[in-house]
Structure formats: structure tokens, C-alpha cells
């Protein structure tokens, strides 16, 4: 193997590793991230973790008072729902990025 081969292999081995670098540091930001969903105008708003797990649920006194038990848990659903899609587009944005 002549030298400007075995250069050439350690350029490609030293580009695979810092792709690998990129790729965790993506992934390591988008694990810390937190989405948001919200419903019945905003004043429920849930909260998941980047695998689309509820951290937090908020629900404004006005809700609980203003929709009966069905369409509170309508909108407890759309919510969280909407945060867990945030979630996973992410997730979808992060693999595209990612090189194969």
C-alpha cells in the first residue's frame, strides 16, 4: 500500500469519526429537549420528553370549570398528542440529518 493510500484511509477513518462525533452531539441535544403541546386555547399545555413521554400536564382553572370530564379529556388528549408529533418530527429532522 503506497503512502497517498494508506493518507487517503486515514482521511476517510478520521471523517467517519468525526461524523460519529456530530451524530452523538445531535442526538445527545435532542434527547435534552422538551416539546410542547397545547389545547382548548392554549390553556392546556403538556410537556414531553424527546421520546414523547408527558413530563407535565398544566391545565388552567378555567378549562376544568368551563368543559365538562369528556372534552377536558379531549383536550388533555389533543395536547399531548401535539407534543408527542413535535417530538417524533424532531426525531424524523435528526435521522435525515444524520450521514449513512
Do not use: C, Y
Not at 1 to 16: G, T, V
Not at 55 to 81: C, F, G, Q
Amino acid at each position: 500500500m503506497s503512502s497517498s493510500e494508506m493518507q487517503e484511509l486515514m482521511d476517510r477513518l478520521e471523517a467517519i469519526v468525526a461524523a460519529g462525533r456530530r451524530a452523538e452531539e445531535k442526538a445527545a441535544e435532542w434527547s435534552a429537549r422538551q416539546f410542547v403541546g397545547r389545547a382548548d386555547d392554549g390553556r392546556i399545555v403538556a410537556r414531553t420528553d424527546a421520546l414523547g413521554t408527558l413530563i407535565e400536564l398544566e391545565i388552567h382553572p378555567m378549562s376544568r370549570k368551563r368543559l365538562d370530564a369528556r372534552r377536558l379529556a379531549d383536550e388533555i388528549t389533543a395536547a399531548v398528542a401535539q407534543a408527542e408529533e413535535a417530538a417524533s418530527a424532531a426525531k424524523d429532522e435528526l435521522m435525515n440529518g444524520l450521514p449513512m
